[in-house]
Each structure stands twice: as structure tokens, then as C-alpha cells.
Nanobody
């Protein structure tokens, strides 16, 4: 059985930091491209960051310079370090694993940035 389990979300003030984690099981983790998406209420789901099996990363422009995606293949985990958080970062954050036409999703973890 395949599972992606996110953790690390919570309530934080603007300018604060959070580190999201996603632990995978049931897949050959090292060959998948991993990603983080987010979805705010009433808005479309947005790709935030990706990291390939090799380690190449991409970011949506609004988080570039503030967020860092990383992975640890030995631990079968992907992380999203979020710094200088803004209220507009408030969303449910989801990790996913992609290999060709196959994609798996986690259940999501809530990030709320509020004064």
C-alpha cells in the first residue's frame, strides 16, 4: 500500500518559519519526482515546488527565495522549509510523488499565517 503522510503544519505569525515533512511508503522513493502543492479556500490548487530524483528543484515565483524543497531518499521523505511566511501562504499543503502517468497524493497539512 502506498502512503504519503504530511506533517509540520500549524499556526504561525507573519515572518515566521515552518518545516513541512512528507514520509512515503510503498514506493521506490528514489525514482519519483516529489512535489509540494497548496490550495487556499476558494482557490485552485497550485504547484509550489518540485524536486527530481537527482535533486533538481523548481519553485513557483511567489515562494522563490523563501521556501526550500529537499529530499532524503534513505528516509523516503521530502521536506519544505518555509521562511518569511506571509498571510497569502495560508493554505492546505499536499505532497505528491510522480512517475510517468502515476501520481500519489498525501492527505494534506494546514498552514495558517496570521497576526
Amino acid at each position: 500500500q502506498v502512503q504519503l503522510v504530511e506533517s509540520g503544519g500549524g499556526l504561525v505569525q507573519p515572518g515566521g518559519s515552518l518545516r513541512l515533512s512528507c514520509a512515503a511508503s510503498g514506493i521506490i522513493f528514489g525514482i519519483y519526482t516529489m512535489g509540494w502543492y497548496r490550495q487556499a479556500p476558494g482557490q485552485q490548487r497550485e504547484l509550489v515546488a518540485t524536486i527530481t530524483s537527482y535533486g533538481t528543484t523548481t519553485y513557483v515565483g511567489s515562494v522563490k527565495g523563501r521556501f526550500t524543497i529537499s529530499r532524503d531518499n534513505a528516509k523516503k521523505s521530502v521536506y519544505l522549509q518555509m521562511n518569511s511566511l506571509k498571510p497569502e501562504d495560508t493554505a492546505a499543503y499536499y505532497c505528491n510523488a510522480v512517475l510517468g502517468a502515476v501520481a500519489f497524493w498525501g492527505q494534506g497539512t494546514q498552514v495558517t499565517v496570521s497576526p
